[in-house]
Nanobody
Framework: QVQLVESGGGSVQAGGSLRLSCKVS???????MAWYRQAPGNERELVAS???????NYADAVKGRFTVSRENAKGTGSLQMNGLKVEDTAVYYC??????????WGQGTQVTVSS
């Protein structure tokens, strides 16, 4: 089974930056990697994704501020978050998805943005 370990969360002031990391056991080649977030009282929502050939997708709320990347040889993925807003406050989760629908999730890391 695939295991994901997330890190990089914390507390920042509005306008600040954080970089989240996701370390995956084994290879990530062939898997789509995505980041989701869930704020209190809200559903879990897709933030950004990057497929096996590097094509990216972003939620409208984070376009121009967040950048998703991956390093297959290291088995890692990252989410660079710039220009953070209070509404970005949430628990962020790393996700891997195979073409047959198989999925794995990280434990989540808290991001808190203060005004």
């Amino acid at each position: 089974q695939v295991q994901l370990v997330e890190s990089g969360g914390g507390s920042v002031q509005a306008g600040g930056s954080l970089r989240l990391s996701c370390k995956v056991s084994g290879t990530i080649f062939g898997w789509t990697m995505a980041w989701y977030r869930q704020a209190p009282g809200n559903e879990r929502e897709l933030v950004a994704s990057i497929n096996t050939v590097g094509a990216t997708n972003y939620a409208d709320a984070v376009k121009g501020r967040f950048t998703v990347s991956r390093e297959n040889a290291k088995g890692t993925g990252s989410l660079q978050m710039n220009g953070l807003k209070v509404e970005d406050t949430a628990v962020y989760y790393c996700n891997l998805r195979w073409k047959d629908g198989e999925q794995y999730w990280g434990q989540g890391t808290q991001v808190t943005v203060s005004s």
